[in-house]
């Protein structure tokens, strides 16, 4: 069974920084498309950031509204993927989920609460 656990979340101000980290139980993460979604309060789940499959240098595809600010990795070795999220404001605070599509299946973790007040 896919197993996923987003760590990282909190409060923030507006303008700080966080980087939150998705720890999979996948045997060999670079097979599969790799993506990190949200869900305001209120709103649909939305996707942030994602990276195809397959190994070598995979180029992450982003959000038009954090381009330039958010930062999608993952490390095959460590089997895990992150979030660098920079400069972010009130209207982000959101549950953030890890995601990860095995054989046509969609796989989620719990999500992680980043809240960004003043």
């Known amino acids: 069974q896919v197993q996923l656990v987003e760590s990282g979340g909190g409060l923030v101000q507006p303008g700080d920084s966080l980087r939150l980290s998705c720890t999979t139980s996948l045997t060999f993460i670079s097979i599969y498309p790799l993506a990190w979604y949200r869900q305001a309060p209120g709103k649909e789940r939305e996707l942030v950031a994602s990276?195809?499959?397959?190994?070598?240098?995979?180029?992450?595809t982003y959000v038009d509204s954090v381009k330039g600010r958010f930062t999608m990795s993952k490390d095959n070795a460590k089997k895990m993927m992150f979030l660098e999220m920079n400069s972010l404001n009130p209207e982000e605070t959101a549950v953030y989920y890890c995601?990860?599509?095995?054989?046509?299946?969609?796989?989620w973790g719990p999500g992680t609460q980043v809240t960004v007040s003043s």
């Open positions: 995601n990860a599509e095995v054989n046509g299946r969609q796989y």
């Open positions: 990276i195809p499959k397959g190994d070598g240098v995979k180029f992450p």
